[in-house]
């Protein structure tokens, strides 16, 4: 594989994406939305921002005594700012994906022009990866743009980010990149393997439905049918204090998320406290850990969901620690996890992002390296 090839098909994939009419129309259509909710999300850490300062200005005119003696309100991070472009990107940035890939080797079928390229002196090897290289390169054209139109935007309403914020938003930028080419890929295997290209989109949507709806609603089903019926509290003992967390995390059918955090029954094991609350309480534990397990593993194959914890590690860090250890996540009352420390909460969902699209561009090159091109 000559490296000149290799990069001269590249290239002329894309130029040919990047002007052709329907890579604008999905991009230009993204990056509008994206806009629109960057917008609605600024306005949203205006508040937030605002509410800060007038907690800050109180907490320094009013003493205040007893468990939340020094404690200081924690300034929003303009990371939250980016939920919103998150939402729109696990769509619109799906459907640009597919709309890339699905014809990139099925139209050279159909136009009969695979075997007259393949005449000139060009391998199978790097047609195929040219291909996938000018696709990626396409994706990633399309998120430096929607990147820069956010810090753009952030700056034209005087949001500075700082030099740890601008990493996070690149990490953002990089994780977003990881779940467009997920399926891209599928995209491109589908395209290998099909001899239309009608063919082709109606297999790659009907996997982009399973894995982003139908995969975790079934995750969730296996979870509850697993772990058992979930352990009654004792009928005759006094009521402990609930200090455990629970964060849950739904899938809808266009790939929207919501999280919602609230109070679990899981109770704070004291001195005196009466064993049967106490067993519960580890019942309890070990059955939610349980199927949160099983949900967790069904959604690796989910690049949805991997990339909404991936993401969410980035943009609200305490979110996701609660999302994954909610038994040992830190109180609200402190400080808010760094990102570090969120990254390595969600490493199974970034492999994973990084594994499901080597999976499916080593079988389109295995696919177009075997296929009967007369």
Request: proline share 5%.
């Amino acid at each position: 594989m000559a490296l000149d090839r290799l990069f001269n098909v590249a290239r002329k994939e894309f130029s040919d994406h990047i002007t052709s009419r329907r890579f604008v129309i999905i991009l230009g259509l993204l990056l509008v939305i994206s806009a629109i909710g960057m917008h609605s999300g600024i306005g949203n850490y205006n508040n937030m921002l605002e509410s800060y300062n007038q907690q800050l200005q109180h907490m320094q005119e009013v003493d205040v005594d007893g468990p939340y003696a020094g404690w200081m309100p924690e300034k929003p991070s303009i990371m939250l700012i980016f939920n919103a472009m998150m939402s729109y990107m696990t769509t619109l940035g799906a459907v640009l994906a597919i709309a890339i890939g699905f014809d990139l080797v099925s139209k050279e079928k159909e136009t009969r022009s695979l075997k007259s390229l393949l005449s000139h002196p060009v391998y199978r090897d790097e047609i195929i990866n040219g291909k996938a290289l000018g696709g990626i390169a396409a994706l990633g054209f399309a998120m430096v743009l929607a990147l820069a139109i956010s810090l753009a935007m952030l700056l034209l309403f005087s949001i500075v980010p700082t030099l740890e914020e601008f990493a996070a938003i690149l990490i953002f930028g990089a994780v977003s990149l990881g779940f467009l080419l997920a399926y891209f890929a599928i995209a491109l295997t589908m395209s290998t393997v099909s001899r239309e290209s009608g063919n082709a989109l109606i297999y790659t949507l009907v996997i982009f439905f399973t894995v982003s709806t139908l995969l975790p609603v079934l995750g969730a089903m296996a979870g509850d049918a697993l772990a058992g019926d979930r352990p009654e509290p004792p009928q005759s003992a006094p009521m402990p204090t609930p200090v455990g967390r629970s964060v849950t995390a739904t899938a809808s059918g266009g790939g929207s998320f919501t999280t919602s955090v609230s109070q679990s029954v899981v109770h704070r094991v004291s001195e005196g406290l009466d064993p049967e609350w106490q067993q519960y309480e580890e019942d309890v534990k070990a059955y939610t850990e349980k199927r949160m397990l099983i949900n967790d593993v069904s959604n690796l194959l989910s690049p949805q969901m991997n990339y909404f914890k991936a993401a969410m590690a980035v943009t609200n860090p305490r979110i996701a620690v609660m999302m994954n250890s909610p038994y040992s996540s830190p109180p609200m009352s402190q400080e808010t996890p760094g990102l570090a420390e969120a990254l390595g909460k969600v490493w199974m969902n970034i492999a994973a992002l990084i594994v499901f699209p080597s999976a499916f561009f080593a079988a389109a090159y295995v696919k177009f390296m075997r296929m009967d091109i007369r």
